[in-house]
């Protein structure tokens, strides 16, 4: 009998309601994790939990904030309460907030700053005291983007953000290699999720400027994702994916 590569370990996903985040927790159940799925929409990632259970995954929900300290606390001791330990933290959530850098809000910047870069830097942290507690290594992966790389209109602050998880992740391996806990980044370009099908023309325009002829699925995103936590990494850490067909490459505008 073959042992699935995720047997006996415990992850964390925040924003797993839906999109990459789910599609990364339905991959982790599948390959014998026990996976806690955060999203702040309680009836969202309370569906998306069950349907990992009933696909025969192990899987809690736990609806709440993930840029906000005490509720990160909460998924880490809860995580270790329902499953024993905890092996991996993903910190998918973010917000993308669009504006004009000459007239963009401070609630705005603020909003963006808390969520992407507070909510991943608290989450990593408290994963990691949990992990060097358990004494046998773990995985951390920060969700960054192709904006990080590439300037994208309206999308100044995001994009800063998501450069900077990159740079935490760089300065995290000096830190946490000793305690043989690996920290690693993907960064997605264009993808299909449900948020972005809002946008009618959205899939059409990427298909044109993506050298390989279409955006990302949420299967492309979360397949890096599960190598970078997955056994087969051990040895990679610093490091970021980049999973945009090419783009980057080219860096067509969509505009």
């Known amino acids: 009998m073959t042992t699935k590569k995720f047997t006996g370990k415990t992850a964390i996903i925040t924003g797993a309601g839906q999109g990459i985040g789910f599609e990364i927790a339905r991959q982790m159940a599948a390959e014998g994790a026990a996976v806690l799925i955060n999203d702040i929409n309680e009836a969202l990632v309370k569906t998306a939990a069950g349907k990992i259970v009933a696909a025969g995954g192990q899987c809690c929900a736990l609806a709440g904030d993930a840029a906000d300290l005490d509720f990160i606390r909460q998924m880490v001791d809860t995580a270790v309460k329902q499953f024993g330990r905890l092996d991996i933290a993903i910190a998918n959530a973010g917000i993308t907030l669009f504006g004009d850098f000459l007239s963009y809000p401070v609630e705005s910047m603020q909003s963006v700053m808390r969520l992407n870069l507070q909510g991943s830097f608290f989450l990593a942290q408290r994963a990691a005291n949990q992990m060097i507690k358990q004494q046998n290594g773990g995985r951390i992966l920060f969700m960054s983007s192709v904006t990080g ?31 043989q806990i690996t920290v690693n980044t993907v960064a997605p370009g264009a993808t299909l999720t449900e948020r972005t099908l809002e946008d009618a023309g959205y899939k059409n325009t990427w298909s044109r400027i993506t050298p390989m002829g279409r955006p990302a699925t949420v299967e492309d995103v979360a397949n890096s994702v599960l190598f970078l936590v997955s056994p087969a990494s051990g040895h990679i850490t610093g490091q970021n994916i980049i999973v945009d067909g090419g783009w980057t490459a080219v860096s067509t505008s969509p505009y």
């Open 149 to 179: 790389h590439q300037a994208h209109q309206d999308l100044a602050a995001y994009g800063m953000t998501k450069a900077a998880l990159e740079m935490l992740a760089k300065s995290l391996v000096v830190e946490l290699s000793p305690h």
